[in-house]
């Protein structure tokens, strides 16, 4: 019974909270500039619109480009069903996933990448090869980090280790390599989401995208989906992060459900801090940042050799 | 002794005969332009104009900074061909391009002649039994493109529709992956035919174009015109008048530059300056709106000096709005310049050397980024600017973050100098009559707008009306300098070297 609950209420937050975090990110940024933003839940109203909307579809466009944003949707969707959001193990878990959980992530930016090629599009072409170049940098930095809590679990299913991260004593060895893979996770996270200081989701200047310039072509319900898809690998990414920082305790269910809430709220807030206080990076030093997040996971995993 | 030194001088707003202007050779013409610019002379405008019965006369305002001086040349272009001058002379270039545009003229030997503005020709039929023009002038934009061809290069074309709400220009690139070989700026798209317009003014609706020659520079433009018209005239303004002009050419430079240094914030996702900048920026604006109700200054200003006054509660309120506004764009700008992350977004991004921008001729902020002293309200001075000096902010690095420091510089000189002329107005009339113009006579006005320099030329005829009214806006001498900042940039930071240019594509197009 307990399962079943744990299951529902992970399935029922997986599908529903997403959007709530970037309106939070957005609500952090209006605050540290000094404007009222826009409401919280903006981004339900604006995917129920897209959702309503009529789709254009450029005509040199072939199946893949339908098909992007439900595969986005879908592979980040399973992904986040192996992530476990409360102090349960999470409804998907069998020893090996974390390949899994690395690669369904790579499928939808596979599919993304593919679909801006499909358009033909020059400026959607930069932005496919600048986003496969920043994920050569980003995939190694979270296969150290899952290294680093493979080391420290014994165990190769993600909703273990990640659990039983936190039952590591504050101020061992072990404590400092999770604190090094947090780091090392959330620069990760920046990357994945697209946000500041490596892209900025607000701009409109298309030179400068990464990922928005991918979906630059999708309209109506396909670029909700996109929306969605992005907003739902936050959720994932940053419960996993959660988990590697706060100890979560399988005993006080209900507490600890709170906990994790409150976290997601907290690194909403966190990222949108981050990027009310510093500029984007240069293109060119993204790779830079995104090898320093490897440095980090990886002598993150030395210490505990 | 050099030919040039022998043309004609000049002061910015004044007028001379026509006679005096000597009639040069082409050959002596294009020698006088080649040894002033060697000698350190900048080309400020370069037009052809037909006489009556249609023979097509050049001119050329040369500007001496060092020595505040202008020379004027003229020379007959007996038929329609000009040797081009631009491999001798980099600056000309585009006058050259406008030159075959706008006046038929086979300008033999340009590395680049293409159409400028795709505008028909001003002056349809040069000679007496010329056919009228055949054909249809091309459409904006269609024509060939600088090409580099390999196998690892490929092209990116942006506009001229833009996603931000900006004014239509189309950018061609020619890349190797993020890398810039190449960028080719098409414009034209804003022809609206103004200088056409204005041909056989001044009349009641003259004023009016030369207001909406570019929006943001209404002042800019508008004092311009009323100079050339004021020059023409002999027409003596009122100390009050001259400064409350010159309040209001602050107060558009102030709203600009805090205005480019939020959206300069806002390009690289730095976001807390972006908007109080752009908050700010409205404030300024709105001190514009105070002097005459229109918050880009439209009305204000008009020949003999200004159309409204400023009244004691007016003063007041305006002191103490640019005090806060002041203190609060302090504030935002600081943090800029206190972020190590912007810094490293503005440092070494689309560098101009200052051999390039002497080179290409450039004016204005852009200019003095490049460590080079051009003001015209320094080197040129016209109006209150003859009496009341505003030091020239100078940066040598040239590079985005040299463009925005100079507007944080001059936002700071404006607001001293507005706060000091507005404490001490002079007392009298705003207004006075402006007579006839004179006929036969050139007159030149020279603006510092707050992106450069605005030069007016006009040529009357024998009743006094407008033969030939020349605009050159900033934007014209710079859009090449951006072109050339992007050379071996990277492509994404092109948003930002446009930005820190902040220049004018209506002010372009004409």
Known sequence: MKTLIAISLQVVLLALLPPLLLGI??????????RRGWPVLQVYYDLLRLMKKNVVISSTTTWVFLAAPLVSVISVLLAGLMVPLGPMAAPIHFTGDLIMFAYLLALGRFFTTLAALDTGSSFEGMGAAREVTFACFSEPALFLVLLVLVKLSDTLSLSAMLLS??????????????????????VVLLAETSRIPIDDPNTHLELTMIHEVMVLDNSGPLLGAQIYASSVKLLILAAFLLHVVLPLDPALVGRDWGIMLAGLVAVAVIIGAVESLMARLQLRFVPTLLVAACLFSGFGFLLIL | MSIYRQLPMLIAGRAIKRQSIPNLSVEEFQQAIVESVEAGCRVVSLFGSPDAGGTLHLYVVLADDSESRLYVGSATLTNREYPSLTLRCTQVHLFERELAEQCQVQVTGHPWLKPVRFQPPLFPRLEPGAGAVSGVNPLPGVMDFYAVSGQE??????GPVHAGVIEPGHFRFQCHGERVFHLEISLGYQHRGVEQAILKGPDKRSIHYAQTLCGDTTIGHTTAYCQVIEGLAKCQKTARAQTIRAIALELERLANHVGDLGALSGDVGFLSTASHCGRLRGEFLNMTATLCGSRFGRGLICPGGVRFDLDAAAVESLLARLDISGRQTRQAVKLLWNSSSVMARFEEIGVVS??????????????????????????HPSGLFRFMH???SVWDSGDVFARAYIRWLEIQRSLDFIQTQLRSLPAGAINSAVGNLAPDHLAVAMVEGWRGEVCHVALTNASGRFERYKVTDPSFHNWAGLAMALRGAEISDFPLCNKSFSLSYCGHDL
């Open chain 1, 25 to 34: 990110i957005n609500k952090t940024k209006a605050w540290f500039a000094g």
């Open chain 1, 165 to 186: 991260a936190s039952h590591v004593r504050i101020g061992s060895t072990a404590s400092a390599a999770l604190v090094m893979a947090a780091v090392s996770l959330f």
């Open chain 2, 153 to 158: 290069v490929h092209e990116v074309a942006v």
């Open chain 2, 354 to 379: 200052t051999a390039l921008a002497v080179e290409l001729g450039l004016v204005g902020p852009a200019a003095r980024a490049c460590g080079l002293a051009r003001d015209a309200r320094h080197d």
């Open chain 2, 390 to 392: 505003i030091p020239v």
